[in-house]
């Protein structure tokens, strides 16, 4: 078997050449992609290996970046269209959300729509507002969208090469401060299907649900909770819209308690549909109210604050105490 440890960072690379190298029709796009390699360097040595038509360095104008990917993915190409940071991405909302998103409905299902729109997100970086913010909720509300983020460099590679035969639109939300952080990778078996949650953790007591950067904290915590005497259950989400409330609901139906954790904005967030559903799913289950755990409603704060703002292990461990206490 090829299993080998890698930063998620290079799992990303690796698997954007396993694509440009199986599909002539895939090309990669975006501000500074080519020569730098990007900011976060995930394009680097693409564009030596497979040339400047397959690996386009673009003007910075997201909205042009995009609206050009939906006419390349018209004639048939696959474009991978990298956003450099999750503030960036609004520029080109609209072309996602009133093209992009409806294309495919608006012709009946004739027309495909594969396009990946990469955007790295979240906090934890040491970096301004723009550059970690965690916007999923405002694209996973859009229908004609699938919105995915991995936690681990195996999903990473995956999910990727995944979301990029997909013939519908994917919003590839990228966790920028796990970029770094090494993961067993095997490039040939697949994890599962691209919209699946996975249960990261057993456990008996309560279940942890997160997705992205939040998964390892969700580790850490269940960790944590363990010295205590506490079974906790971690859930990573993997796939924002659609969600598989099915394998969320039969976590929740054995331990009978739901803890929630996000970066983004609990107001609103994609945490408060989960709890609602689950709410009605699940409710002669629930020992306890479904609880929230993210970021606070407010702009993203100067980075030596965003300690404070992002929910860390305190946070998330005095929810598991309080849905205990129930």
Same mark, same amino acid.
């Given at each position: ?44 040595? #693409? ?24 006419? #390349? ?63 999923? @909720? ?27 035969? @997909? ?73 924002? @819209? ?27 967030? @994609? ?41 860390? #292990? ?13």
């Amino acid at each position: 078997m090829a299993v080998q440890k890698l930063p998620l960072a290079k799992a990303l690379n690796e698997s954007l050449r396993k694509a440009l190298e199986t599909d002539p029709k895939v090309l990669i796009m975006g501000l500074d992609v080519g020569k730098l390699g990007g900011v976060f360097r995930i394009t680097d040595g #693409l564009q030596k290996d497979f040339g400047e038509d397959r690996v386009i360095d673009t003007p910075l104008a997201e909205s042009g970046i995009v609206g050009t990917a939906i006419g #390349l993915a018209l004639r048939g190409y696959r474009p991978v269209v990298e956003i450099q940071f999750d503030g960036f991405v609004f520029p080109a909302y609209d072309q996602i959300v009133s093209q992009l998103a409806k294309m495919r409905a608006r012709s009946l299902g004739t027309v495909k729509m594969p396009i990946v729109i990469r955007i790295p997100y979240g906090g934890g970086i040491g970096a301004v507002e723009h550059h970690s913010e965690s916007p999923e @909720s405002l694209f996973a509300h859009v229908a004609g969208l699938k919105v995915v983020t991995p936690a681990n460099s195996n999903d990473a590679y995956w999910m990727l090469q995944q979301a990029i035969q @997909s013939d519908d639109p994917v919003i590839f939300f990228e966790p920028k401060r796990r970029y770094w952080d090494k993961g067993e990778v095997d490039t040939e078996a697949i994890p599962g299907e691209l919209h699946k949650a996975r249960v990261a953790r057993q456990g008996t007591d309560l279940t942890l649900l997160a997705y992205g950067p939040m998964v390892k904290t969700c580790l850490e915590a269940a960790e944590a909770a363990a010295e205590e005497g506490k079974s906790v259950e971690v859930v990573d989400l993997r796939s924002i @819209s659609p969600l598989d409330f099915d394998t969320i609901q039969a976590s929740v139906e054995k331990t009978g308690r739901l803890v929630v954790v996000h970066e983004a904005p609990v107001f609103f967030g @994609s945490g408060a549909e989960i709890a609602a559903r689950i709410t009605e799913r699940c409710f002669y289950h629930l020992e306890a109210p479904v609880l929230r755990v993210g970021g606070y409603h407010a702009p993203y704060p100067p980075a030596r604050l965003e300690e404070e703002y992002l929910p860390g #292990l305190d946070r998330v461990l005095d929810a598991v105490d309080r849905s205990l206490a129930y």
